[in-house]
Nanobody, 125 residues
Framework: QLQLVESGGGLVQSGGSLRLSCVVS????????VGWFRQAPGKEREGVAC????????DYADSVKGRFTTSRDNYENTVYLEMESLKPDDTANYYC??????????????????RGQGTQVTVSS
């Protein structure tokens, strides 16, 4: 059983940056692929990034490629999402996820075993 808690969201102007953190508690963090999803009101959830178990591979949705970067620290059980050049369309609740099966590459939107509650990101124009 894992628990995931996100932080770092907030209000930022268009073009600004934010860094989200996801602290994971529970056994075996290094056995899980971690992903980041977002969901805005009235829209379907969107997988935006994922990172492999040892942090060697990442993948991103086309909508954020080149602007978002994810990383992980398996000693601190923490995953990060650095977001740059933010746009109003990036406004959403962002949450981190963990899954034991499969790989990151090519599977940004794969279903997950655990998720956090999320942190709100609002980008003003």
């Amino acid at each position: 059983q894992l628990q995931l808690v996100e932080s770092g969201g907030g209000l930022v102007q268009s073009g600004g940056s934010l860094r989200l953190s996801c602290v994971v508690s529970g056994f075996g963090f290094g056995d899980y692929v971690v992903g980041w999803f977002r969901q805005a009101p009235g829209k379907e959830r969107e997988g935006v990034a994922c990172i492999s178990r040892q942090g060697l591979t990442t993948d991103y949705a086309d909508s954020v490629k080149g602007r978002f970067t994810t990383s992980r620290d398996n000693y601190e059980n923490t995953v990060y999402l650095e977001m740059e050049s933010l746009k109003p369309d990036d406004t959403a609740n962002y949450y981190c996820t963990a899954r034991k099966r499969g790989f990151c590459s090519g599977n940004v939107s794969a279903d997950y075993d655990y998720r956090g509650q999320g942190t709100q990101v609002t980008v003003s124009s």
